[in-house]
């Protein structure tokens, strides 16, 4: 079954620390991925995207993901967070002409 | 250039009323889809328009909910009569081709009581 994993419900990190949020997929072939956020009152925004190509991703906001075949996974990556990347992050996967598949979500905090 | 609009932002309806919401999607995206993230879960897919048609609508969860997407532009989607587990939030998204890059509304909060 095509599923989207984020491990960590949610995770607080001291501003200025670096930040890793795991997301792991389950799918058919190499999907599409993506890393998109929602700050309070907010929509969801895209961060980042993986079609094809290099698998070293750079995004908005300083956001980066690492996409690794070998173990179906599309880590997010920042190396200083600062207070206003607090949010929920959201990984999914899909490809053209199919419906995203999101995870669960990961509520990131940011502690002075 | 307007982002992906949806009203109302909350809706708070009593058990078997009927609620419409609405999403307007970005000026000239094709694509236009409806997600829904019941509390504690995974925001999930409900169906996908192309224009006016339904290209997709796998995910709607049972003949309570009506989707248009008349002249191909707005959409509405209609919850009648709505149920307690149809308590959430409720996405629209729209995009250029399928899937490339879908640009998210705010949601509307629905609680039924």
């Known amino acids: 079954a095509q599923s989207v994993t984020q491990p960590d419900i949610h995770i607080t990190v001291s501003e200025g620390a670096s930040l890793e949020l795991r997301c792991n997929y389950s799918?058919?072939?190499?999907?599409?991925l993506f890393w998109y956020v929602q700050s309070p009152g907010q929509g969801l925004q895209l961060l980042l995207k993986y079609f094809s190509g290099d698998t070293l991703v750079q995004g908005i906001k300083g956001f980066e993901a690492e996409f690794k075949r070998s173990q179906s996974s599309f880590n997010l990556r920042k190396p200083s967070v600062h207070w206003s990347d607090a949010a929920e992050y959201f990984c999914?996967?899909?490809?053209?002409?199919?419906?995203?598949?999101f995870g669960k979500g990961t509520t990131l905090s940011v502690s002075s | 250039e307007a982002g992906v609009t949806q009203f109302p932002s909350h809706s708070v309806i009593e058990k078997g009323q009927t609620v419409t919401l609405r999403c307007d999607p970005i000026s000239g995206h094709d694509n236009l889809y409806w997600y829904r993230r019941v509390m504690g879960k995974e925001i999930k897919f409900l169906l996908h328009f192309v224009k006016e048609s339904k290209q997709d609508e796998s995910g709607m969860p049972n003949n309570r909910f009506l989707a248009e997407r008349t002249g191909g532009t707005y959409s509405t989607l209609k919850v009648q009569p709505a149920e307690l587990e149809d308590s959430g939030v409720y996405f629209c998204a729209s995009s250029i081709q399928p899937n490339t890059e879908a640009f998210f509304g705010q949601g509307t909060r629905l609680t039924v009581v």
């Open positions: 799918y058919g072939a190499t999907p599409y």
């Open positions: 999914a996967v899909g490809q053209a002409g199919t419906a995203l598949i």
